[in-house]
């Protein structure tokens, strides 16, 4: 019988949620995500020095101040991972603009454009990025204008069905409900564990999805963020599903049946109720929702936090 990992591979692209390189390798995804987090993670690994010290070269060359070297060097971190990425899979690698500009289009569209250009000057075509931007009103507006000028957006630290609307109203290429984070939540507020079927956060992208291919939307759902092997499986048939190298590895070695648990033809003939979702009714709605207000934030400072973290690591390289 194929292995678990192969199986779910015929119904569902599978995503490498990680910035290191060797595991992208070992597993060859169709895509590749990564996040200040992961990024900070790789960076502090033997193996990937020579990526930190091209950064700080191209940092120093091209900051315009010194005080702007530290942001330029975490900047082109991002971009040279993503870079090592697309020498190994076939298809598209997420980079997330900086979680501290979360509620600022205007300069979330202009770090965008930095992105695809850093990338195109290094001969990568904008087909193969996805800009990876927070699920905030101001962050969808800003997927929204990069969407009409051909650039794809990731828009991630999605909790919500609002959220996950005004995204596909924004016509936006993808977005990542995060599972394991809205289970942490129900988890710490009822104070006990979720059986995979009944995992509040494989319910939450099963109704996104439900509602997506049942309106017709185009934009595709990838699960993100999983505690568990139970909760991946549970969303067999998602568009694509973005899974750590540790449960990539759990999966591989896993022989056991898998069953598609989402179908487009189902989610078709399901009764929906469509919700209209504008920039009041979006606020009222995440206000209401005490888990998608909680992570969101939560998410937002711990990207922030991360890149602070990366600073901290290039600053005493910097000086030496």
């Not at 193996?47 to 070297?69: F, G, M, P």
């Not at 991972?81 to 300069?107: C, H, M, Q, W, Y």
Request: net charge negative; hydrophobic share 40%.
């Amino acid at each position: 019988m194929p292995t678990a990992l192969e199986q779910l591979r015929e119904m569902t692209a599978i995503v490498a949620d990680t910035g290191d390189i060797a595991q992208i390798k070992k597993y060859v995804p169709q895509d590749a995500t990564t996040n200040p987090s992961l990024v900070a993670k790789a960076a502090k690994m033997k193996d990937y020095e020579a990526v930190i010290t091209d950064s700080l070269a191209y940092a120093k060359k091209n900051a315009k101040s010194q005080d702007q070297i530290l942001d330029e060097a975490v900047f082109r971190l991002s971009i040279e991972f993503g870079l090592k990425i697309l020498e190994i899979i076939p298809g598209r690698v997420s980079t997330e603009v900086n979680a501290n500009l979360s509620f600022d289009t205007k300069a979330t569209v202009e770090t965008a454009h930095r992105i695809i250009e850093a990338y195109k000057v290094a001969g990568i075509s904008k087909d193969r990025i996805l800009v990876k931007i927070a699920s905030t009103w101001e962050g969808i507006r800003a997927a929204e204008i990069l969407e009409k000028e051909g650039i794809h957006c990731n828009l991630t630290l999605l909790f919500g069905l609002h959220q996950a609307i005004a995204c596909a109203e924004a016509k936006v290429t993808l977005i990542s409900p995060f599972v394991g984070r809205i289970m942490d939540w129900h988890k710490k507020k009822e104070g006990r564990d979720f059986a995979p079927a009944e995992d509040p956060g494989v319910l939450s992208v099963r109704r996104i999805y439900e509602y997506y291919k049942h309106f017709g939307y185009e934009t595709e759902v990838m699960g993100a963020s999983f505690r568990n092997v139970g909760e991946i499986l549970e969303l067999a048939g998602c568009d694509l599903l973005t899974i750590s190298p540790d449960l990539l590895g759990e999966l591989q070695k896993l022989d056991q049946n898998v069953e598609r648990k989402l179908d487009p033809a189902a989610a078709k003939a399901a009764k929906v109720e469509r919700i209209d979702v504008d920039e009041a009714k979006f606020r009222a709605m995440h206000e209401e929702d005490r888990m998608a207000n909680d992570k969101l934030a939560e998410g937002i400072d711990g990207f922030t936090k991360a890149l602070e973290e990366t600073k901290a690591q290039l600053q005493p390289l910097l000086s030496a």
